[in-house]
């Protein structure tokens, strides 16, 4: 069964830190994407990348980094954790063909 | 720049009663059209896409989507609705790479 792992379901960081939140892919799929899902704002694309060591800003980077420097891993970056930072964060990948996202099962990151 | 609109935030449908969640779309081209689902504290989970041909796509758990190019509608239906419908529905556009997501619809079935 084809796979995005992310490494935590559940987070609780205090504010200030540098957090790191892990994404695995196992399709050999060229894109992947960071997502931020809150109530009345739906999914907001926080950084995506086409291929290892590319990346692109997407509608919302403030705050946050990515890398990727193996295909099939895609970690974010939280630089130094904010409280308006707590969030579902959702990973997801796809092949330049098919276009339609595989996703993980979600990280939902509290700040404290 | 490509678009989708989920105009209900939320759809209240007893089971057993058809149900339908609707979603608009705004792109320069022909459209790739996609419909998931998400159920609580999880990933979002495909259900059907649209890419060309048959304008009633077929898609997981028994839930299909008309294309209507008219009316720039891709709406999602289910003859049936089951209790175990009850999830957040996103409809998504692709942007290539990316996907464009709809603000998701709550769907809410009851016994």
């Known amino acids: 069964d084809v796979k995005v792992t992310q490494s935590s379901r559940y987070l609780v960081k205090r504010t200030g830190e540098k957090v790191f939140l892990e994404c695995v892919q196992d399709m050999d799929h060229e894109n992947m994407f960071w997502y931020r899902q809150d109530p009345g704002l739906g999914l907001r694309l926080i950084y995506f990348?086409?291929?290892?060591?590319?990346?692109e800003k997407g509608d919302i980077p403030e705050g946050y980094s990515v890398s990727r420097e193996k295909k099939e891993r895609f970690s974010l970056i939280l630089e130094s954790a904010s409280t308006n930072q707590t969030s579902m964060y959702l990973c997801a990948s796809s092949s330049h063909a098919s276009g339609g996202y595989t996703f993980g099962s979600g990280t939902r990151l509290t700040v404290v | 720049a490509q678009s989708v609109a989920q105009p209900e935030d939320q759809v209240n449908v007893a089971e057993g009663n058809p149900l339908t969640v609707k979603c608009t779309y705004s792109?320069?081209?022909?459209?790739?059209l996609f419909w998931y689902v998400q159920y609580p504290n999880r990933g979002l989970q495909f259900l059907l896409k649209?890419?060309?041909?048959?304008?009633l796509v077929k898609g997981s758990y028994g839930f299909e989507a008309e294309f209507n190019k008219s009316q720039t509608s891709f709406h999602l239906k289910k003859p049936s609705a089951l209790v175990s419908d009850s999830a957040l529905y996103f409809c998504?556009?692709?942007?290539?790479?990316?996907?464009?997501f709809g603000g998701g619809t709550r769907l809410m079935v009851k016994p």
């Open positions: 990348s086409y291929d290892v060591k590319m990346k």
């Open positions: 649209y890419i060309t041909g048959d304008n």
């Open positions: 998504a556009v692709r942007q290539s790479p990316m996907l464009t």
């Open positions: 792109v320069s081209g022909n459209p790739y």
